[in-house]
């Protein structure tokens, strides 16, 4: 499998807005569950949301209700949507495809 790529990190002001973005070759993006992953400094890698083929979606409890993922079949890409941002946000966020291929990930860093 060809490795995701993220994209769409940054800066952000505590609630603020940003997208990522998770680029994956078409095989991939066609027949595994796309999910995305973060890590804060010091702490374990946690399930932020996931998104099956058929668009069923898992969210992660701590991002309810103001993540949303999506999926562009034509564009071969996962989108997550982050809302209403908060200090403990800040991580560096990991596309992964199934549960082996991971992308670099992308960091997002959320200021008071």
């Known amino acids: 499998q060809e490795q995701p790529v993220e994209s769409g990190g940054g800066l952000v002001q505590a609630g603020g807005s940003l997208r990522l973005a998770c680029l994956a070759s078409?095989?991939?993006?066609?027949?595994?569950?796309m999910g995305w992953y973060r890590q804060a400094r010091g702490k374990q890698r946690e399930l932020v949301a996931d998104?099956?083929?058929?668009?069923?979606?898992l969210y992660g409890d701590s991002v309810k209700g103001r993540f949303t993922i999506s999926r562009d079949d034509s564009k071969n890409t996962v989108y997550l949507q982050m809302n209403n941002l908060k200090l403990e946000d800040t991580a560096r966020y990991y596309c992964c495809a199934g549960t082996e291929t991971w992308g670099q990930g992308t960091q997002v860093t959320v200021f008071p």
């Open positions: 998104i099956t083929p058929g668009g069923h979606i």
């Open positions: 078409r095989d991939t993006f066609t027949h595994y569950v």
